[in-house]
Every structure is written in structure tokens, then in C-alpha cells.
């Protein structure tokens, strides 16, 4: 069974960071993209970042260049999303997810990926 088990999320002020991290089991990682997502109330599920398995092309949504970084641990299985200097528009429930589609592949629409990680919330407010 293919398990991707997010952690990380919490409250923090602007301007602070979080870092999270997607541990996935079931699957070999070696394989899969590993993309980040995000879905705040009301609104639609967003990609936000992902990176290909030859960890040669992390992309990432416009409004977290520069401040978001994605990296990866293929001995633990895990890939992270440090966040710094978060706004309150970044609030929202971040999931992970998996695609097993290429060594290249960087995509961050959601229907490119078929396994999904349970989420954890993230609020960045004072």
C-alpha cells in the first residue's frame, strides 16, 4: 500500500518559516516525482512545487519563488519544502503527492499525480 505521510504544518507568524516533510512508503521513491500542494478554504487545490526524481528541476508557483525550497532525501525516502518568510496568503492545508511519470517530469497540476498524502494545515497569522 502506497502511504505519503505529511508533517510539519503549524501556526507561525509572518515573516517566520516552517519546514515540511513528506515521508512515502510503498512505492519506490526512486521513481516517483514528489510534488507539493496546497488548498486554502474556499478555494481551489494548488501545486505550489515539485521536484523530478534526478533532482535536477525543482519548479515552483510564482507567488513562492524565492522564498519556498524543495529538496530531497532519497535515503529516507522524504522530500522537504522549507518555507521562509511566509504571509498570511499562505495559509492552508499543504498536501504531497506522487507521479511516477519520468525522470524529468516536474509538473505541478494536481490530475498529473495519483497518490496523495492526508495533508497538514499551515496558518500563518499574528
Known amino acids: 500500500e502506497v502511504q505519503l505521510q505529511a508533517s510539519g504544518g503549524g501556526l507561525v507568524q509572518p515573516g517566520g518559516s516552517l519546514r515540511l516533510s513528506c515521508t512515502a512508503s510503498?512505492?519506490?521513491?526512486?521513481?516517483?516525482?514528489i510534488g507539493w500542494f496546497r488548498q486554502a478554504a474556499g478555494k481551489e487545490r494548488e501545486g505550489i512545487s515539485s521536484l523530478n526524481t534526478g533532482m535536477t528541476r525543482p519548479n515552483y508557483r510564482d507567488s513562492v519563488k524565492g522564498r519556498f525550497i524543495i529538496s530531497r532525501d532519497t535515503d529516507k525516502n522524504t522530500v522537504y519544502l522549507q518555507m521562509d518568510s511566509l504571509k498570511p496568503e499562505d495559509t492552508a492545508v499543504y498536501y504531497c503527492?506522487?507521479?511516477?511519470?519520468?525522470?524529468?517530469?516536474?509538473?505541478?497540476?494536481?490530475?498529473?499525480?495519483?497518490?496523495w498524502g492526508q495533508g497538514t494545515q499551515v496558518t500563518v497569522s499574528s
Open positions: 510503498g512505492l519506490t521513491f526512486e521513481d516517483y516525482t
Open positions: 503527492a506522487a507521479a511516477n511519470l519520468g525522470r524529468e517530469f516536474n509538473g505541478l497540476a494536481p490530475s498529473w499525480y495519483n497518490y
